[in-house]
């Protein structure tokens, strides 16, 4: 077992782009008391997030968290929880920009 690991082994996969993970700074999320392992799984097209979806799952992964374009489909080949990343920051910063760039 690796230093700061949790006894219990289970851990949350995260599938996003290369991009996406990268900005990523934590290895573990704590909910009450429970250290869980953030294992990072890398897809560029919708073949791939099914593809580590269900590798994800295969590795042990307790939980899955995806994209809200793919997580209804990702939930029906799998049996473990999938939950769906909400950007809302990066929303509105990115209809901004496009509102920059039609207007100028």
């Given amino acids: 077992m690796k230093e700061g690991e ?4 289970k851990f949350i996969a995260l599938i996003a782009s290369r991009p996406v993970l990268n ?3 934590e290895n573990y999320v704590s909910e009450n008391g429970t250290k ?8 560029t097209n919708i ?6 979806s269900i590798r994800a799952e295969r590795d042990g ?3 899955l968290v995806c994209a809200p374009i793919v997580s209804s489909i990702v939930e029906k080949v799998v049996t473990i929880p999938v939950v769906t990343i909400m950007p809302q920051k990066s929303i509105q910063i990115a209809l901004k920009t496009a509102a920059k760039k039609i207007k100028s």
């Fill in 61 to 63: 992964a307790s939980a």
């Fill in 36 to 43: 869980f392992l953030i294992k990072e799984y890398s897809a």
């Fill in 23 to 25: 900005m990523i700074d």
């Fill in 6 to 9: 949790d006894k219990n082994n």
């Fill in 47 to 52: 073949e791939e997030v099914f593809a580590q």
